[in-house]
């Protein structure tokens, strides 16, 4: 887990207090989780996901950490040390190496921290913050250990990498970390004061007139009482939304054959996302995520056939190939979109009964000799199907197939034309 994430929650630990460095107590025996503070939790977890340990050695250690068997802990510049009482009489002596920082990065790492005002004053104060895990990590160091940086090692005769003495050790650190966090930076290689030294000297030293915003007076701030009694301010106005959408993230090369993704599919279907989501800033009142699978795939046909295009183009094809239909049943589908939209495209194959006064408008349309059956009235290779928004939609008949051909219309009752609603 990086630093970043783990400093997103550090505030559901209790606070560190820091003390002077020197041996921990024994730990008491029980069941109560290792680490109760930010930084002995981020020990944990880095200790049980990140330092590459023997996963099968963690649990005895959790046991032999709570039963009270380690004695005092030692924490030095990239040494842990402490006697831990196994089944002889003797106990057992457990060394536990930690890499440290050499002194060009704990440069690195003293300028990173030079440069976070609050982080500074925070440790200039005696706290070390959780945010300092993210300075650090900015420069690609990490206080916490990963992988190899960890090596246990004890005078028992087994044989693992930790043994569960040394892994015993290792989880009390965590509590070393709850009463004084500052233990972290020692085992990196530089203690407390060496630490607060330097960043002083970085805020009072040469150049301090270029770092002037590191000793600029804090703000005062406005107290609660002043701030309800003042007058709101307009809010700002909302920044108008682009011309056209932006394009997807160029990418170096397409996906080989072989590979799953497709790079040009996902390429298509960002571009159709920045489109929906720039119609949604201009005012339009659907994202397309209500759609089902068939209505969402002949939207997407819809943009890739010309005005009065009723033929297939490649783009269609290639889209119709993916989606495993058939390019003149797309591209049908397309037509009906274009046409209606949902209504539109429920007219290619729902048939039903809107009343004869209804179909009577249409029949009144077309002309002598039109026919009409359910919601579709038909004249020669014309035909209008009635779909449930209220609209005709116009059909042609073209190699056998009726095509959708054209936008819907509101046709006026006859009444309105001094006529009756027969159907004769």
């Known amino acids: 887990m990086s630093a970043t994430r783990r400093s997103s929650s550090f505030s559901q630990y209790p606070k560190a207090q820091p003390r002077r460095p020197g041996p ?3 730990r008491a025996s029980g069941r109560s989780p290792f680490g109760s503070t930010w930084w002995g939790q981020a020990w944990v977890e880095a200790l049980e996901q990140r330092a590459r340990l023997d996963t099968n050695r963690l649990p005895r250690g959790r046991s032999y950490a709570r039963s009270g068997a380690v004695g005092a802990l030692s924490l030095d510049a990239g040494r842990i040390s402490a006697k831990v009482q196994g089944s002889r009489t003797n106990p057992y002596a457990v060394t536990v190496r930690v890499r440290t920082f050499d002194d060009d990065e704990w440069t690195a790492v003293l300028d990173a921290l030079a440069g976070e005002i609050g982080h500074t004053a925070a440790l200039l104060d005696g706290e070390l913050s959780p945010g300092i895990a993210s300075d650090v990590e900015s420069i690609g160091l990490d206080l916490l250990p990963g992988p190899g940086e960890i090596q246990p090692r004890c005078t028992c005769p087994d044989w693992a990498d930790p043994c569960k003495h040394a892994a015993a050790v290792c989880y009390l650190v965590a509590d070393e970390l709850d009463r004084d966090p500052f233990g972290l930076l020692r085992l990196r290689g530089r203690s407390r004061d060496e630490v607060l030294a330097a960043l002083r000297a970085r805020r009072d030293g040469p150049g301090a007139a270029d770092r002037a915003i590191v000793t600029r007076p804090v703000d005062a701030g406005v107290r609660a009482r002043d701030a309800w009694r003042r007058t709101p301010a307009a809010p700002p106005a909302l920044p108008l939304p682009p011309e056209r959408p932006g394009g997807p993230s160029i990418l170096i090369t397409d996906s080989a054959a072989h590979e799953v993704i497709d790079v040009g599919a996902l390429r298509a279907l960002a571009s159709d996302a920045a489109a929906r989501a720039l119609e949604l800033a201009l005012g339009g009142v659907s994202s397309g995520l209500e759609l089902t699978r068939d209505e969402d795939l002949a939207r997407r046909a819809a943009g890739l056939i010309g005005p009065n295009e009723h033929c297939v183009g490649p783009d269609l094809e290639v889209l119709a190939r993916r989606a495993g239909v058939a390019p003149r049943v797309l591209a049908r589908r397309a037509l009906a979109w274009r046409a209606g939209a949902r209504a539109g495209l429920e007219t290619l194959d729902q048939r039903w009964d809107p009343g004869r006064a209804t179909t009577a408008e249409a029949t009144s349309f077309l002309g ?40 819907g219309l509101v046709l006026r009752p006859l009444a309105d034309e001094g006529g009756d609603a027969s159907d004769e």
């Open 24 to 26: 921990s107590a024994p």
């Open 368 to 407: 002598v000799g039109a026919v009409a059956r359910r919601n579709r009235v038909t004249r020669g290779d014309a035909q209008l199907r009635y779909a449930r928004d209220g609209c005709w939609y116009p059909y042609r008949r073209s190699n056998g197939t009726w095509e959708p051909d054209g936008p």
